[in-house]
């Protein structure tokens, strides 16, 4: 009953963001160095376009698109399980650490394996495993902290800490590695292909509908004092869980896109702007807004220095610092 | 001012960490990743023979980089503890509140738009970068007043630096320059020579001036700021002149060292804790201990793995992390 009420008041909202993603997305295939037309944009997706607009369109443009997509939303959606199971609303798994544990672990993965880099799909179970280790390491230090910040200032320690490690074994790379490994850590999507699309989406796909589960039990945590319990909340297990679905969604998409700081805290904050605190509709909205954002800082980022790229990460890192000091104002 | 210390116990203090600078520089000259023999590590300072390289490696590799690191933990450490003492927080520290990473814009800057690239123009950048930085945290702490808590103020630090690396890495992706900037930031002080020295030590001896101007109107600060100005202490020129040595010494020591965290929490907290909080005492305690801290942490890290440098921020990250962490969770983090 919950589900279809919320998503009933949010349908509005949910509709126009649907419907502002789409055009993104269009006209995003569309811009670029070489700028394609809509009708071939719309010739190449039916198979019917020249060999260059196959290339340009369906083996370069759309699986960076997708990414963006999938990164955006996982991203999203991580950040409003932190928010939700820490009731801190400066969460973020960018902010927290836990983007800098599962990029330490695949660097690691990347120094230690040369040879297997190629071996895609390990990569986001290597990054889940830095994530979770982070986030437990977060719980376990600042679970039960009176103040919300001292789980933000745990995350500035922690994430100095992976910074520092991650120097070391940068170094060490042969320098076109480290570039590399440089612009994959501060999150770009430019090198995406298919098998990274294919690589991330299944873990996108089945967290995003696991988390949207975990709704209701978010929606009690937010209660206050021991309601929660009285209301048949086993709540430190609930919180465990949530923060390991938390930690899956970013590891997977660092795994793929590097660490991307911000997205996981501007996305659930607009969201609750536009419809509100209740998680059923919150998780989807922020999933689309995070994608929106994505997509838009990627457009950003390829058209203001054209031909030069500016990784996205880069482009949110500069419009969601400060609007994380406003954040602090506000409060 | 709560805690007052006996004269000889400070005499005391002061002996042992001496005792251990002395040690330490000591090995940080006799050990390095050439080996070279301790009686012509002696012999290259009483008889120098400018024909042998082992005497020129002592004396223009191994001697200046010594008094590098040692110039650099007094800048540290003097600029951790004014941050601390100006900002009533006991989580200050120029490396957590944006300032090395408003250093490190500048000096990406300089890589990416300087063709004549050398030390001046990556110092003067870096001072820009070192000022910027200082004046929006100093801006947030006074547009904030009283609504941010000692945590809160670090956080927004950390959104701070957050910016300013994100700044520094797009500009230096774009111009090719990255590496660099990446070397340049974990760089610490394998490539001090003499001529940094000479930029160093006017730079530091007068942040140290200034900040000892100001120590009686500092400590006088610790008992608020209506008393302070009771006691005739102008509040606006104690921040101003706070400020200037934050930015000379926090600059200057980015510019040689690159990004080295955590010196300017740690020292401050283990000298306030030694012999309490009068800013005469505090100031030199604190910059004789930055100075030894970062002299044991330079040859940590060319000891670690040798002949390779582990990077000096790095090190001085591995220590001082698990500390930060112990104050993230301490109850009482105002000065």
Known sequence: ?331 | MTTSVRPRSILTIVALTVGLLTLLSTLSLFYGAVPISRATVLASFHSFDAGNLQHQLVQEVRLPRLICAGLVGIALALSGTMMQGLTRNALADPSLLGITHGAGLGVALSLAFVSEHSFVTSLAFSFGGAALGTAVILLITVFARGRFSPVTLTVAGAALSALFSALSTGITLFHQVAQDLSFWYAGGLSGAKWAHVLVLLPVVLLGLLISLHIARSMTVLLLGEDVATGLGSSLTKVRLLGFCSIVLLAGVAVSVAGVIGFVGLIIPHISRFLVGTNYYLLLPVSALLGMTLLIASDLLARMINPPFETPLGAVTALVGVPYFLYLARRKELSV
């Open chain 1, 1 to 331: 009953m919950d589900v279809w009420h919320a998503v009933k008041q949010a349908r509005l909202t949910l509709f126009c963001l649907c419907s502002l993603l789409i055009l993104t997305f269009v006209y995003s295939l569309s811009t670029g160095i070489l700028p394609v037309s809509f009708s071939a944009i719309g010739r190449t997706l039916i198979g019917q376009g020249t060999e260059s607009e196959r290339l340009i369109l369906i083996d370069l443009r759309l699986p960076r698109m997708l990414l963006a997509l999938l990164i955006g939303a996982g991203l999203a959606v991580s950040g409003t399980l932190l928010q939700g199971m820490s009731r801190n609303a400066l969460a973020d798994p960018g902010i927290l650490g836990i983007n800098a544990g599962a990029g330490l672990f695949v660097v690691l993965t990347l120094f230690f394996f040369r040879s297997a880099t190629h071996q895609l799909p390990v990569l986001p179970f290597v990054a889940f495993v830095g994530a979770t280790l982070v986030a437990w390491t977060i719980y376990r230090l600042a679970g039960k902290a009176v103040q919300p910040e001292r789980l933000l200032l745990v995350g500035v320690g922690i994430n100095a800490l992976c910074g520092a490690l991650l120097i070391i074994f940068q170094l060490k790379m042969d320098p076109r590695d480290f570039q590399q490994a440089t612009v994959w850590l501060t999150g770009s999507i430019w090198q995406a292909d298919w098998s990274s699309v294919l690589t991330l989406a299944p873990w996108i796909v089945c967290l995003v509908p696991l988390a949207f589960l975990h709704s209701r039990p978010l929606n009690l945590l937010q209660l206050s004092g021991s309601l929660p319990q009285t209301l048949g909340l086993r709540v430190e297990q609930t919180r465990k869980r949530i923060l390991l679905i938390a930690a899956a969604l970013a590891g997977s998409c660092v795994a793929a896109g590097g660490g991307i700081s911000f997205i996981g805290l501007l996305a659930p904050h607009i969201a609750r702007r536009l419809v509100g605190p209740n998680h059923y509709s919150l998780i989807p909205v922020a999933a689309l807004l995070g994608s929106l954002l994505v997509l838009l800082a990627d457009l950003i980022g390829k058209n203001l220095l054209a031909p030069a790229d500016i990784p996205v990460g880069i482009v949110i890192a500069i419009l969601g610092a400060p609007y994380f000091i406003v954040l602090l104002f506000r409060k």
